[in-house]
């Protein structure tokens, strides 16, 4: 028996929920509805798409996590196919979601919001920031359409558009003894205590940056927060490097640093728009990536 799209449709509200009940609700359906569809398609595909806990709702099988990534993008295509058939194929609307590494989002995404949103007023952008992994993660798992992220540790499962390079730079105080100078060499950079982005790839990133060149540099301070990295630095506790580069010099507490780019040969990160390979886009995917294609490198370069 072939499945239908209230069925995938049940499904996803009940993986996005963790609950019959809660699926139930948002669909505005009887429990035994939902229920009745997930044994369906369980039965279709002759795989256990869900972990029953005892009065704690549900939880995916690897089996019910790939499928909902892909019933979402099926669901999605779905959408556009209706919207084709009653004439408002023209007119791009509903909600895209989007994922963006965190510590450039707040650099970039507003203004590619706003120029998005006034070529696409339609069209609602629901944004999804987190570490490079984090980001990789929530594409494989079809919670966003596209993400903007760096060229970092790209698996064969992802196609990536890079669309602007981001050079390597010293972040230092302001009167620290380097931030006159033209450029930096990270041999010069290692004689001062570091203050290091500690999250999942960027930390073992920027530390392979100087083991590749023999140094070692003294870590003085590591956060998770690249704004508390650049309030760090501007108090004298340390140099940090970094691709990301915010216009403004000033930190939250109104201290300053000064950006020094680094002389040596480090190939800049590109920053881009990755994708699931096997997935197609849709048509409001391929709108933001035209925007950004057009917007972003002038949004980042101030």
Not at 79 to 103: D, I
């Amino acid at each position: 028996m072939p499945f239908t799209l209230k069925q995938i449709r049940y499904f996803v509200a009940a993986a996005e929920t963790g609950s019959i009940t809660e699926a139930g609700k948002r669909l505005h359906i009887s429990q035994p509805s939902v229920s009745a569809a997930i044994a369906e398609l369980e039965e279709r595909f002759q795989v256990d798409l869900f972990v029953r806990h005892h009065a704690q709702g549900l939880s995916l099988t690897p089996a019910g996590a790939r499928l909902l990534r892909d019933a979402r993008s099926l669901l999605d295509q779905a959408e556009e196919l209706r919207q084709g058939a009653h004439g408002l194929g023209q007119a791009l609307k509903g909600e895209l979601h989007v994922g963006c590494f965190q510590t450039f989002a707040p650099i970039v995404m507003p203004g590619l919001i706003r120029a998005f949103a006034a070529a696409h007023p339609a069209i609602a952008i629901t944004l999804h920031e987190d570490h490079v992994q984090g980001v990789l993660d929530t594409l494989r798992a079809g919670s966003v359409e596209l993400a903007l992220t760096y060229d970092l540790n790209l698996g064969p499962d992802l196609t990536f558009d890079p669309l602007v390079p981001m050079p390597l730079h010293a972040v230092l105080a302001r009167r620290h003894r380097l931030a006159n100078q033209p450029a930096v060499s990270l041999e010069q950079l290692a004689e001062w205590p570091m203050v290091l982005l500690n999250l999942p790839q960027s930390r073992d990133y920027f530390l392979s940056l100087f083991t590749a060149r023999s140094l070692k540099p003294r870590i003085a301070q590591e956060t998770r927060s690249f704004e508390t990295l650049r309030g760090l630095v501007a108090s004298g506790t340390g140099f940090a490097v970094m691709h990301s580069r915010p216009t403004s010099r000033q930190t939250l507490d109104g201290r300053q640093v000064a950006y020094v780019p680094i002389k040596d040969r480090v190939p800049p990160q590109f920053l881009g728009l990755a994708r699931l390979a096997r997935i197609r886009s849709t048509r409001r995917a391929e709108a933001f990536a035209a925007v950004a294609k057009s917007d972003l490198a002038r949004i980042v370069n101030g």
